[in-house]
């Protein structure tokens, strides 16, 4: 029975050796040509797509190529070559009508691991290569012949020989499409006539490539350098990557490497970015930012995908730097890109934010202003709310000195932005301004086409004299204001807001003394303003100030407006046309004490925001003028009585009474 059983097991083995050389032979005699057309069309029905050789095709046997080390298989090897090779794509992409095409492929693989679904491909060669890939999904890869959510079929390249490939990639979850015009790098390492990219150092670039096509909005234009080919395809490779170009109107310098790229898991990268504006960032990002001066930034970007089902990514902007004209920033920032909607959130820090970088068409001329100027100083510079809608974010900002204007600063301002479903707030907002505090919030509504905005703002404390710095070579104390800001608007630009602003505007000087030959020489009393300049400049207590503004579609009124002395009070009175950026105040002094050689006279305050223009009231002047003139006539001594002023009985508060006359 044992001796049967062994019989049968030689027969058994016999034959299946029979079976191999006959199928060795048959491999290595065949002629393949014959069979083509069968083949390809059976291989385009079972894949669902073209296969089509036009040129001949062989099937043989080798030994494997040496190893970069030297060793080499001993077991044999197919080789497989064809010409003019066309493998199409799916009827899903839209991308191409062919996945591959080649003018010659030439490849060495081992043919006991197909018996377990795998290709090993130990040397693969090709000419005249065009390659397109495209996903959707993680099912949906036109280099993968199956729906399936993985496929049984896994494969590995040693290496990868050829002198020119023409790539091209689109990524619909990442809104990606590029073209790669790839070739060698030639380096003291790789100059041989026949150039095998296989894999070498972990970080070491073998090959350089012309990139073009867009991400997002953002066309790409530049170059990179990469490692070998073959860590591009293979299942858990890293791959080193160096790339430089423009991405839209950016400038972008980046190196580091790509995790398991065969199916992107993970993108460790170094990076720094340069242009006009932020706002530039837009089109590749999808993140909302706001038209500024010059930029530019860098930092460490980790993209890690998190589900492949529901096309999500986290971008981590680590430890960033970066300046905006002359002001800095700093920070960390996490952005959620996927379904079902965008989310950012930063938190950044600045040692000088400067608004005029922030905001920096101030000043410049706007041919679609409903008002036309030859200068405008609010900024016009147009808000695209429709942007809002893809993203959620939260940003937490704090700037030890945020510049308003050249003489006013605020310190230790910090806020938290958050923009949810196109409303934008920034509350609370606290800041510390010439020895006092302000804290309010600001509310921007983009669910219709023009921006509703609010603003409440609340001071207390402030130093006049740290408020308007220019005052401190006077030697007198300026007291404290509190005020209170209520506005409303909408526009999609600050200059088209405050036109159409409605609100009240309230404030109150606390007592102090200024210095006298201000008060004088705002009444144009002559003769005291040149004896106080020249001999003496005494303070004068200043009991208090007080204004109350009523803004209605962005005419500003003065309702109230006093600055009370002991020696003399100065209303100002009239309006200003947010709209137009035009002044129409008038400055009405009234004195409390007896003024001779006096020209006192109500001045103006006319013009634009841009240009005002400031003076006397020439009319009350001329009068004056005149009616000495006449008296001179008659007896000089009498000249000098419309010169003098007479006091008045002005109380001492700062409370709305009944104006009195001009004097």
């Known amino acids: 029975m044992t001796r049967r059983v062994g019989r049968f097991l030689t027969w058994v083995a016999l034959t299946l050796l029979a079976l191999m050389v006959m199928l060795a032979l048959l491999i290595a005699l065949f002629d393949w040509n014959l069979a083509k057309p069968w083949i390809t069309r059976e291989l385009s029905s079972v894949l669902a797509r073209e296969i089509r050789v036009d040129g001949p095709i062989t099937l043989g046997w080798s030994l494997a190529p040496a190893h970069r080390d030297g060793s080499s298989r001993w077991l044999p090897q197919l080789h497989f070559t064809a010409r003019e090779l066309h493998i199409g794509n799916p009827d899903w992409a839209r991308s191409a009508d062919h996945l591959l095409r080649a003018r010659t492929l030439d490849l060495h693989f081992s043919p006991l691991p197909l018996l377990r679904w795998h290709w090993h491909i130990s040397d693969l060669r090709v000419e005249g290569l065009d390659l397109v890939m495209e996903r959707v999904d993680e099912r949906h890869k036109s280099w993968r012949f199956s729906d399936q959510p993985r496929s049984r079929w896994s494969f590995d390249i040693q290496q990868i020989v050829f002198e020119r490939a023409l790539i091209r990639y689109v990524d619909q979850p990442l809104d990606m499409d590029l073209r790669f015009d790839a070739r060698p790098l030639v380096s003291p390492t790789n100059q041989s006539a026949e150039l095998r990219l296989a894999p070498a150092a972990p970080s070491a670039p073998v090959v350089q490539a012309a990139v073009t096509g867009r991400l997002g909005q953002a066309s790409i234009q530049g170059n990179l350098r990469g490692g070998a080919l073959p860590d591009l395809l293979n299942e858990d490779s890293v791959y080193p990557l160096q790339a430089e170009g423009e991405v839209g109107e950016v400038h972008a310098v980046l190196s580091g490497k790509l995790i398991n790229p065969h199916q992107l898991s993970r993108a460790e990268l170094q990076l720094r970015l340069n242009g006009d504006s932020l706002d530039r960032l837009y089109a590749a990002s999808g993140v909302p930012l706001p038209a500024t001066r010059p930029f530019s930034t860098e930092g460490a970007l980790t993209i890690t995908r998190i589900d492949p089902d529901t096309r999500a ?351």
């Open 313 to 663: 990514w986290d971008w981590h902007y680590a430890h960033f730097t970066g300046k905006v004209g002359d002001s800095d920033f700093s920070g960390d920032a996490h952005y959620y890109r996927g379904p079902p909607k965008n989310r950012l959130r930063v938190t950044a820090q600045a040692k000088l934010l400067r608004l005029s970088d922030y905001l920096p068409d101030v000043g410049k001329k706007s041919a679609g202003h409903p008002y036309k100027s030859d200068a405008r100083v609010l900024p016009e510079q147009q808000a695209k709310p429709q942007r809002w809608a893809k993203l959620d974010a939260e940003i937490g900002l704090h700037a030890e000195r945020l510049q308003l204007h050249p003489d006013i600063a605020l310190q230790d301002a910090s806020t938290t932005l958050r923009l949810q479903d196109q409303v934008l707030t920034a509350a609370p907002l606290r800041f510390a301004l010439a020895g006092g505090k302000g804290e309010g919030e600001i509310s921007l509504d983009g669910r219709q086409s023009d921006i509703g905005g609010k603003l409440q703002l609340q001071l207390q404390g402030v130093q006049v004299r740290e408020l308007f710095p220019r005052l401190a070579r006077f030697d007198a104390s300026f007291g404290k204001v509190d005020g209170r800001a209520d506005l409303s608007g909408s526009g999609n630009s600050v200059a088209a807001m405050l036109a159409h602003a409605n609100g009240e505007i309230k404030a109150d000087l606390s007592q102090g003394t200024i210095s006298q030959f201000i008060l004088e020489a705002t009444g144009l009393n002559l003769a005291n303003a040149v004896f106080a300049k020249l001999y003496r400049d005494q303070q004068v207590k200043l009991l208090c100030g007080a204004a109350d503004i009523r803004i209605k579609d962005g005419l500003a009124e003065v309702r109230h407006g006093i600055l009370n002395t002991e020696d003399a009070a100065i209303d100002i009175r009239g309006q200003v046309d947010l709209g137009r950026e035009t002044l129409s105040l008038d400055v009405v002094p009234r004195t409390k004490q007896l003024r001779i050689l006096s020209l006192r006279t109500p001045l103006y305050v006319r013009g634009t925001f841009a240009k005002p223009d400031i003076g006397a009231s020439k009319q009350a002047l001329a009068a004056r003028a005149g009616a000495a003139a006449a008296l001179a006539l008659v007896a000089p001594v009498a000249a000098v009585i419309p010169l003098i002023t007479p006091g008045q009985k002005i109380p001492d508060d700062c409370a709305p009474h009944a104006a009195a006359a001009p004097s």
